[in-house]
């Protein structure tokens, strides 16, 4: 079994600042890349930003300069800083978990619930 959960949303004013954490657990014997997507209302999940094992990032556009990834491998842990923060990041935000259950096993994927964030005023 594989855990994924997220936390830290929340509501925050337009300009302000949220961190989110994702934290992997269970049958994780090795982590490729932490992900982190988001669902608008009324809109398609989009992808945010990936962080690798290598700690490699690569940020959508519309969050380059104002989200930041980190990763803490040890603990199978990303946080995603947001910050100057608009009402259209408004979505709630899935973290996605590309891993190894075991040496022998299959690649697999895991979702978490996601978390929400509300931007405004």
């Known amino acids: 079994q594989v855990q994924v959960v997220e936390s830290g949303g929340g509501l925050v004013q337009p300009g302000g600042s949220l961190r989110l954490s994702c934290t992997a657990s269970g049958s994780v014997w090795r982590i490729f890349a932490m992900n982190w997507y988001r669902q608008a209302p009324g809109k398609q999940r989009e992808f945010v930003a990936p962080?690798?094992?290598?700690?490699?990032?690569n940020y959508t556009d519309s969050v380059k300069g104002r989200f930041t990834l980190s990763r803490d491998n040890a603990k199978n842990k990303v946080r995603l800083q947001m910050g100057s923060l608009k009402p259209e990041d408004t979505a709630v935000y899935y973290c996605?978990?590309?891993?190894?259950?075991?040496?022998?096993?299959?690649?697999?994927?895991?979702w978490g619930q996601g978390t929400r964030v509300t931007v405004s005023s």
């Open positions: 962080i690798t094992e290598d700690n490699i990032t």
């Open positions: 996605n978990v590309d891993f190894l259950g075991g040496p022998y096993l299959a690649r697999s994927e895991y």
